[in-house]
């Protein structure tokens, strides 16, 4: 097993320990430091974990927290998997087997008459 490499993004929880606990809270803080978002992108980086995110709303979001980089975005290491083929051997060619699906389980092709 392989360890891998995840983080926890804790913008919800250090807004609400500031008393922030709307996404609309937020908005105009980013446009006073000259981070102009839409009120989806907002929404979005306060209620899921983004995968991209600009320096410059990092440095923002830190400065309206008054917090550290340590306390928003928490490193944490996941247990990969060995990769496995639906018989349970390894897969042979080293990268990860697919995630299980339908597999053998297909519709019936329809037939029009």
Same mark, same amino acid.
């Given at each position: 097993?392989?360890?891998?490499?995840?983080?926890?993004?804790?913008?919800?929880? %250090?807004? +609400?320990?500031? *008393?922030?606990?709307?996404?609309? @809270?937020?908005?105009?803080?980013? +446009?006073?430091? *000259?981070? /102009?978002?839409?009120?989806?992108? !907002?929404?979005?980086? !306060? +209620?899921?974990?983004?995968?991209?995110?600009?320096?410059?709303?990092?440095?923002?979001?830190?400065?309206? %927290? *008054?917090?550290?980089?340590?306390? %928003?975005? $928490?490193?944490?290491?996941?247990?990969?998997?060995? /990769?496995?083929?639906?018989?349970? $051997?390894?897969?042979? @060619?080293?990268?990860? +087997?697919?995630?299980? *699906?339908?597999?053998?389980?297909?519709?019936?092709?329809?037939?029009?008459?």
């Amino acid at each position: 097993m392989t360890a891998k490499l995840d983080y926890q993004w804790h913008l919800r929880e %250090l807004m +609400a320990a500031r *008393g922030m606990f709307s996404t609309t @809270d937020l908005r105009p803080l980013l +446009a006073e430091r *000259g981070i /102009n978002l839409s009120a989806s992108q !907002v929404f979005r980086l !306060v +209620a899921e974990k983004p995968e991209r995110l600009s320096m410059k709303t990092l440095m923002a979001l830190l400065d309206i %927290l *008054g917090c550290r980089m340590e306390e %928003l975005i $928490e490193p944490v290491r996941t247990r990969g998997r060995q /990769n496995r083929t639906a018989s349970g $051997e390894t897969a042979p @060619d080293g990268t990860d +087997a697919p995630e299980p *699906g339908v597999g053998s389980f297909r519709p019936k092709r329809a037939r029009i008459l």
